[in-house]
């Protein structure tokens, strides 16, 4: 993971008023953007769509729209590029690409919320990273938003009814969560000077040929349906899901990831980002006709409560890296 020293130093004392209020801004249109891929992407499977090769063509679309955004980003700089064309390929290949084969690998052992479980405990890693590589200790109120927001968590992917583990699927959702932790760091991380524009779409082409070789090889299945998909509201052409995979859950949600990382800072940014799983569940009952329990409707309060914790404990760290020493 690259260094991220903006989460608490130069940019802190900046981070609030109109740049804070744009980051929460950035981070909930790219969790809410995030949390429509599972309902878009359960009308293809349902037809007979791989998960690899739904996620190959929601990268790859995205790749392709953002492509001409980072060219023009750069504006020719590309000296700035190559000098950071290890922060890129570490984007792609971990952030972009490994993330999603070792979510979709761990769901093959284990049931779908305990991966998402321990894929989601990504902002704790950034919380450890930020206190071990930059000595951010967390306060009090930031480890009491993340408590509520494991709680939160465990009753929104409904895990007390009972769960299915297995060693591999354990080892493959933590393989998600370095994926998911890597996201977060590096998208803060304003001091390479490289476009957030750039990267996402660096980053996206670097994980579309990663997912593609993964497929060329038979590591990752690749089928495909032209049947309609079936949503409450009726079917559609196979086509239609796909450009929002495409556009709205991958290029759309991962620019303003960015965005959000650069103005939140890694730890706040990974926190807001928690709102995906609830807006998931939201889409669901929306899309899939799959009506949230009460207890899912608690958890995803918690998840919310949390995240507001979160954000009163970073403006202690924000106040603390503004005082004079």
Known sequence: MTAVTHDASSSAPAAGGPRLASGLGFAVASALAFGLSGSFARGLLDTG???????????GLAALVVAPFGLRALRGRWSVLRG???????????????????????????????????EYTAPAAVVVWMWLRHGQRPGPVTLLGAALAVAGLVLLLDLLSGADLSTA?????????????????????????????ALAAGGLLVGTLVLGLLGLVGVLSMTASTDDAVYAAGSVPWWLPLLGLGIVTAAIAYTTGIAAGRRLGSRLASFVALLEVVAAVVFSWLLLDELPRPVQLL????????VLAVKAGERGVRRLAATPT
């Open 49 to 59: 769509w791989s998960p690899g090769a739904v996620v190959l063509v929601r990268v």
């Open 84 to 118: 950071n064309a290890g922060v890129v390929a570490a984007y792609g290949v971990l952030a972009v690409a490994g993330a999603q084969f070792c979510y979709f690998s761990a769901v093959q052992h284990m049931q779908v919320g305990p991966a998402l479980l321990i």
């Open 169 to 197: 699927g354990v080892l493959w959702s933590l393989g998600a969560m370095v994926g998911a932790a890597t996201y977060f760091v590096i998208s803060a991380d304003e001091s390479t000077g490289l476009p957030a524009l």
């Open 299 to 306: 958890g995803g309060l918690l998840v919310l409560a949390g």
